[in-house]
C-alpha cells in the first residue's frame, strides 16, 4: 500500500514543482494535488487499520492533510500563504521525529520485539521530507524561492518517492 501511495504522491510533487517553475495553472494543480491528498488520507486509513500499521500511517496522514491545504490555496487561489506553510511547519516537525525514529530504529519492547526497525535510507528520506516541509515553510511566508522548492521537490520526486518505491516493488530490498 505505502508503495503505490509514493509513486501517487509523485503526481502531486511535479506538478506542482512545474507550477512553481512558471509553467501550468493553479486550478488543474491544485485539483490534482487535491486527488492525491485524498488518496494519501485514505490510504494511511488504510495502512493503519487494515494493514496493523499505525506508525507508517502518521506519516502519510500529516503529509496528505497537508496536500489537502495546498489543494485548496491552489484552487481557492489564497493569497496569503502563512496557513499553509503552518501546517508544512508541523509536518516537518513530524518528518524529523520519524527521520530520527527510522535512523535509531525503534526501542525494544516486551518479548525483544522491535517494532521500527532502523533504516538509513527511510532516515535519509524523512529528511528529505523535513527539509521539503521546511522550504515550504519558508516560502509561505516568503523566505524561500519557489523555483528553489520546485527543484526540491523534482529532485526529492526520485529519491524520496520513486527509488524506494521501485527499488522495494522490483528488487524487494532498498537501496541501502
Not at 517553475?21 to 491544485?30: H, I, P, Q, V
Not at 518479548?111 to 528529505?128: D, E, I, T
Not at 521539503?132 to 528553489?148: C, Q, S
Request: glycine share 12%; net charge positive; hydrophobic share 60%.
Amino acid at each position: 500500500m505505502t508503495l503505490a501511495l509514493l509513486i501517487a504522491i509523485s503526481v502531486m510533487w511535479l506538478p506542482v514543482a512545474i507550477l512553481f517553475l512558471g509553467k501550468g495553472e493553479a486550478k488543474g494543480t491544485g485539483a490534482a494535488t487535491g486527488f492525491v491528498g485524498t488518496v494519501v488520507v485514505l490510504g494511511a486509513i488504510l495502512q493503519a487499520a487494515v494493514f496493523k500499521d499505525p506508525f507508517t500511517a502518521g506519516l502519510l496522514f500529516v503529509h496528505g492533510l497537508l496536500y489537502c491545504t495546498v489543494s485548496y490555496a491552489l484552487l481557492t487561489g489564497l493569497e496569503d500563504l502563512r496557513s499553509v506553510g503552518n501546517v508544512s511547519l508541523t509536518v516537518a516537525i513530524v518528518s524529523a521525529i520519524y527521520m530520527v525514529v527510522f535512523f535509531t530504529g525503534g526501542p525494544v519492547v516486551e518479548g525483544g520485539k522491535q517494532l521500527v526497525a532502523k533504516s538509513n535510507f527511510f532516515a535519509l528520506a524523512c529528511a528529505g521530507y523535513t527539509v521539503l516541509t521546511i522550504e515550504v515553510w519558508l516560502n509561505a511566508y516568503g523566505k524561500f524561492p519557489a523555483k528553489g522548492l520546485a527543484w526540491s521537490l523534482i529532485v526529492w520526486a526520485f529519491v524520496g518517492l520513486w527509488l524506494p518505491a521501485f527499488s522495494l516493488l522490483v528488487t524487494g530490498k532498498l537501496p541501502f
